[in-house]
């Protein structure tokens, strides 16, 4: 096993999985694991499932140059540029399966689990090669990465949805009107 940028508060309370050299790219992996960043497992599958369909969009906030601009991504995100990496994807529905069993295995329940940390490093590039005009060669690399994610239960965040909602924000100008209007009712009476 290896050694994991960041290690969670609770060991007990979370999961851990990781994957190293994978044949997927980089920058897609990295724009796309943000996107689930701190989501619930749960809403994180059915997320990459999604992007999967060409449902939902995954936004690119800083590997963007040259990504085309979809109103998906504008709709939700907040950003104009967005894509469904589907390789990046399936890889890491994978993970999320891997560290979704090692969680069971620990007696962690699946519907209380948070992603709490994920990471995407560069891997060594693998090195392939591409011929060029008047017989030249030119190298031809691919961009692997590692990944890591880490779950950890949480009953808080769920705990949410069972209070009240929170009350409409009133502007000063109606709560002045409100006040004359009830002193107006309380004058006349």
């Not at 449902?55 to 104009?80: D, S």
């Not at 705990?159 to 009133?170: F, I, L, S, T």
Request: proline fraction near 4%.
């Amino acid at each position: 096993m290896g050694r994991y940028a960041i290690e969670p508060d609770n060991a007990t309370k979370s999961a851990k999985a990781k994957g190293s050299n994978l044949r997927v790219h980089f920058k897609n992996t990295r724009e796309t694991a943000q996107a689930i960043k701190a989501m619930p497992l749960n809403r994180a599958t059915k997320y990459l499932k999604n992007v999967i369909a060409h449902k939902e969009i995954v936004p690119f906030r800083r590997y963007m140059g040259g990504v085309g601009r979809h109103a998906q991504a504008n709709q939700v995100h907040g950003t104009a540029q967005g894509r469904w990496p589907l390789k990046s994807a399936e890889f890491l529905l994978h993970l999320l399966k891997n560290a979704e069993s090692n969680a069971e295995y620990k007696g962690l329940d699946a519907d209380h689990l948070v992603i709490e940390h994920i990471q995407v490093n560069r891997a060594p590039k693998m090195r392939r090669r591409t011929y060029r005009a008047h017989g030249r060669i030119n190298p031809y690399m691919s961009s692997p990465c590692h990944i890591e994610i880490c779950l950890v239960e949480k009953e808080q965040a769920f705990a949410r949805g069972g209070e009240e909602p929170e009350k409409k924000k009133v502007s000063k100008k109606k709560l002045q009107k409100q006040k004359v209007a009830a002193s107006r009712a309380e004058g006349s009476m």
